[in-house]
């Protein structure tokens, strides 16, 4: 979980006052790399549509029509063969709207400055996650948003208690005003949402509540919080109390008593937490009234009753009890694969169904109400092979939002931008600087899975089947412009030759698809080729990937034949009539 940060810290916290920040120009807003061309869509109203469900909620209040733009191709040949598999698209059936919080991603607060380095924000600007969660993961129940290094409430102790250890706050807490170039400072956070397009989810320091020594501890905590929403003058909507704050990792989950002013306990209890939720969200709620806009608020949820090893009893089930209709929604994390083990290409593909599965069922069962659901962190924890940098992990990004878009999630954010190498267990998006071999900021396989799924997956998903080989998979949508197809995953070790029918829909003239792979070298390779395309290093995909053009051919008679690589997926979209 966010012990994932702690490998850094050592290294960062060593680093405070050696690097200095030279104050950025504001620059102007980026725009996503050019086109070759423009095409003006038309908006095609479908004969039905689906209503929101109780698990996207007000997520889907921000929902737009998506306008699919073709711009140039490469004409390819018509794979020879027998199809292996045959894919049916029923363009008329629609499973739902898809959210358009799904391809979110977290920014932390040991990345730089992030508007100070170009290639990353134009990297940022093209994958469009459209939400970035911030300040980043367990750094957040550390986290004073309003103050200057070694500038803390003095109702703060010298110690506190992280991860079953004592440790002290010099060396441990998080500061927003902190300008040094080895961190992100809260106006920087703004900055970056503002000049890439994006929107911010915030998650407000829960810790704090436990750990403060004032009387009254959780109202000084939900006043820090409040005073944020006051500075954030409306520009966020969604909200989070705390993080991971079940867990024993957390700060706050164990207190000293002896410190504790209003006789709370040593360990937290799901109980407090509701009860201190809903002193959070009535503060918070107040400020946002007082500058006249509306937020929403997520109280933190297990995903299951096992996280990272520990058993967490009852959490959903008290937390619901007490804090009640003060929730929004319900924020919860998934690191998908078994906790600790190197696990295989195989089960790290099976999870993401089975795990995108669970968790909407498990939330009704340990709560007994739904509520609008965000999955404010996920990734994989597998580790020990390069797992989490290779191209596996972007076949698995690929398949959860698939399942997350069939299961209807309202939100979903990635952990995360940028971590640490730590010897290839690394979670993050791009380098930050410290893998070996590779360019500052190069993106990794994820990066270029997630990318041509938002560009080639449209604003509605329809059913599709399958039949023949079961290592095809397909999620099918349709767009508004009137393009209907599908991303296929082939998560087996040889190539198949897959047909694709459609059922209600009349096709246009032409089909477009980008084929995406790994590399050779193992089963994790670190490497993605894009219709061919690879990196020219030791990593990650083509640098031009925003510029290539997508194979076409003319729709023929009969259905449309591809080739979905070992390892591999397609994504397709066909024009309508």
Request: net charge neutral.
């Amino acid at each position: 979980m966010n012990k994932r940060s702690s490998i850094c810290r050592i290294g960062l916290v060593a680093a405070i006052g050696l690097l200095a920040f030279q104050a950025c120009k504001k620059e102007a807003k980026l725009q996503p790399d050019p086109p070759k061309k423009d095409t003006v869509a038309t908006i095609i109203s479908p004969v039905n549509d689906a209503a929101p469900v109780k698990t996207q909620g007000f997520f889907m209040d921000d929902w737009k029509p998506k306008l699919l733009t073709i711009n140039g191709h490469t004409d390819a040949p018509i794979p020879i063969g027998d199809a292996e598999s045959t894919v049916t698209i029923f363009a008329h059936d629609i499973v739902n709207k898809v959210s358009p919080y799904l391809f979110g991603n977290n920014v932390n607060t040991y990345m730089t400055q992030v508007v100070t380095e170009p290639l990353l924000m134009r990297h940022i600007t093209n994958l469009s996650p459209k939400i970035i969660r911030a300040p980043g993961g367990s750094v957040t129940d550390l986290y004073f948003w309003n103050a200057q290094p070694g500038k803390v409430p003095a109702d703060i102790p010298a110690q506190i208690n992280v991860n079953s250890a004592t440790v002290g706050v010099d060396s441990t807490l998080w500061y927003g005003k902190n300008t040094a170039a080895w961190t992100l400072s809260i106006d920087n956070y703004y900055q970056a949402l503002l000049t890439t397009n994006n929107t911010g989810l915030i998650a407000v320091n829960y810790g704090y509540a436990r750990y403060g020594t004032s009387a009254h501890p959780d109202q000084a905590a939900a006043h820090l919080a409040a005073d944020w929403v006051r500075y954030d003058r409306g520009r966020t909507k969604y909200w989070e109390v705390g993080n991971e704050n079940y867990g024993i990792w957390e700060a706050g989950y164990l207190i000293d008593t002896k410190k504790n002013k209003d006789g709370q306990p040593e360990a937290l209890t799901g109980a407090l937490y509701g009860k201190h939720f809903r002193v959070f969200a009535d503060s918070m709620r107040k400020a946002a009234a007082e500058i006249g806009v509306k937020i929403k608020i997520g109280a933190v949820m297990t995903a299951d009753d096992v996280v990272a090893g520990s058993t967490i009893a009852n959490w959903n089930k008290e937390v619901a009890a007490t804090a009640g209709d003060a929730i929004d929604f319900y924020t919860v994390h998934s690191y998908f694969t078994p906790y600790l083990e190197s696990s295989s290409a195989e089960t790290i593909l099976n999870s993401a169904h089975t795990v995108s599965r669970a968790i909407p069922a498990y939330l009704l069962a340990s709560t007994g109400t739904e509520k609008p659901i965000a999955l404010g962190e996920w990734n994989i924890q597998a580790m020990g092979k390069n797992q989490a940098v290779s191209n596996i992990s972007g076949l698995h990004a690929a398949m959860t939002l698939g399942a997350i878009a069939s299961y209807k999630y309202g939100l979903a954010c990635k952990w995360n931008l940028a971590n640490n190498w730590a010897n290839g267990d690394d979670m993050g998006m791009f380098n930050n600087g410290d893998e070996p071999g590779a360019s500052k900021w190069n993106a990794r396989p994820a990066f270029f899975y997630m990318y041509y799924f938002q560009k080639y997956f449209g604003d509605r998903m329809v059913s599709s089947t399958v039949s023949g080989n079961n290592d095809i998979k397909s999620y099918a949508s349709s767009f508004s412009s009137g393009h209907t197809g599908t991303v296929l995953v082939n998560t087996g070790t040889k190539d198949h030759l897959v047909s694709i029918n459609f059922q209600d829909f009349t096709p246009g003239k032409n089909y477009y698809y980008y084929v995406l792979n790994g590399g050779t070298e193992s089963e994790f390779s670190r490497k993605v080729y894009i219709n061919g395309i690879g990196p020219s290093g030791v990593s990650g995909g083509p640098t031009d990937y925003s510029t290539i053009s997508p194979f076409s051919d003319i729709w023929g008679p009969g259905s449309i034949k591809v080739k979905v690589p070992a390892y591999g997926a397609v994504f397709l979209m066909a024009e309508g009539k």
